[in-house]
């Protein structure tokens, strides 16, 4: 049987990501602004007596990403996990994640990752076992190679060790998913061109999984490039760079895991070539890469889905996370 975690309550500052959760998850409560104008009373009001097994939090990474040539301890936003730690005072869930980019470790001498750790041991009415470990996506299935810090912070009273999830995929067990396996069965497309059908039967299982029952297909947009653009990356190899000083804006290739996608901004820009068309990716074949199922709609359009399947946590990941959450919370009897 799957096991499944009703959704209470969710919160972004980011308008766009909002309404994607909105309309991907229509029964689940939003809050859209900062969450630190979010009052304690109106946690209460919209939690109620519910018992509350799992807080969930993806903290901004802006400030601690090896992408962010300004990174800076000092970045407001590295401090919201603050806000985590209050709601965790308030009702004292049986688990608290948190993930962020890998580059946490190493800011200010990994400051950051003691004072998360410190503050969840002792938070709530009992306090909790905080482990955190690196995790790479590409060992769970997902066609990227995406290393994220994640903390799993398990209730005192609870008893139980956590571990986290072993890898499904490798050297030694399933291969690793590659671009082929992600994106080859999605329709070409020219420049600015959309397609909102299949063209083909799924190819691996991957794309046979991340399509389901979908029939209409959603977000497959070429970007709109000027022609200097298309003939930078018609003359790239795959799997090499595009630009002399973007090393890690690559030309993928069939063969390989994409390298990790990032958010890009607020700006007209690609991150990636595709393999044997000369254009970026479409939001869908970024949502693949990411794996997203194909039912799962972005909007804002193609500048602002990027920003939201480059920061997103790869669905993949994240279900062999929780359901390690998931058997250790059941296999216990603990009602408060």
Not at 17 to 24: D, S
Not at 57 to 82: H, I, M, T, W
Request: proline share 6%.
């Amino acid at each position: 049987m799957t096991k499944k975690f009703n959704i209470i309550l969710a919160n972004d500052i980011y308008i766009p990501a909002i309404k994607t959760y909105k309309v991907n998850h229509p029964n689940t409560l939003t809050i859209l602004g900062d969450i630190k104008n979010i009052t304690n009373e109106t946690f209460h009001n919209i939690v109620g007596d519910k018992i509350i097994d799992l807080v969930s939090a993806g903290v901004p990474c802006q400030g601690f990403s090896l992408a962010n040539k300004k990174r800076n301890k000092d970045d407001e936003r590295n401090y919201l996990f603050l806000e985590v730690i209050r709601f965790v005072n308030i009702f004292s869930p049986k688990a608290v994640m948190i993930e962020n980019v890998s580059g946490m470790k190493s800011l200010n001498n990994g400051s950051f990752v003691k004072d998360i750790e410190s503050s969840l041991k002792n938070a709530g009415k009992y306090g909790y076992i905080v482990k955190h470990s690196l995790i790479n996506a590409v060992d769970y299935g997902v066609p990227q190679l995406r290393n994220r810090l994640v903390f799993i912070a398990i209730r005192k009273d609870i008893k139980k060790e956590f571990h986290f999830p072993k890898a499904t995929h490798g050297v030694n067990s399933i291969p690793f998913n590659t671009i082929y396996d992600a994106i080859s069965d999605l329709p070409n497309l020219d420049n600015n061109e959309e397609k909102t059908s299949y063209e083909s039967n799924p190819k691996t299982i991957y794309q046979k999984i991340l399509r389901g029952n979908q029939k209409k297909l959603l977000n497959h947009k070429a970007p709109k490039h000027p022609v200097s653009t298309i003939e930078k990356i018609k003359n790239t190899k795959p799997g090499l760079p595009m630009y002399e000083k973007y090393k890690q804006r690559i030309r993928l290739n069939w063969n390989i895991q994409s390298p990790t996608q990032v958010a890009g901004g607020i700006r007209p820009q690609f991150q990636f070539g595709h393999p044997d068309q000369n254009r970026g990716l479409s939001i869908r074949e970024r949502a693949r890469i990411q794996s997203f199922p194909d039912n799962y709609k972005f909007l804002g359009g193609i500048v602002q889905s990027r920003v939201q399947t480059g920061n997103a946590v790869p669905p993949l990941l994240a279900k062999a996370i929780t359901l390690e959450i998931a058997n250790l919370l059941e296999s216990i009897n603990i009602e408060v």
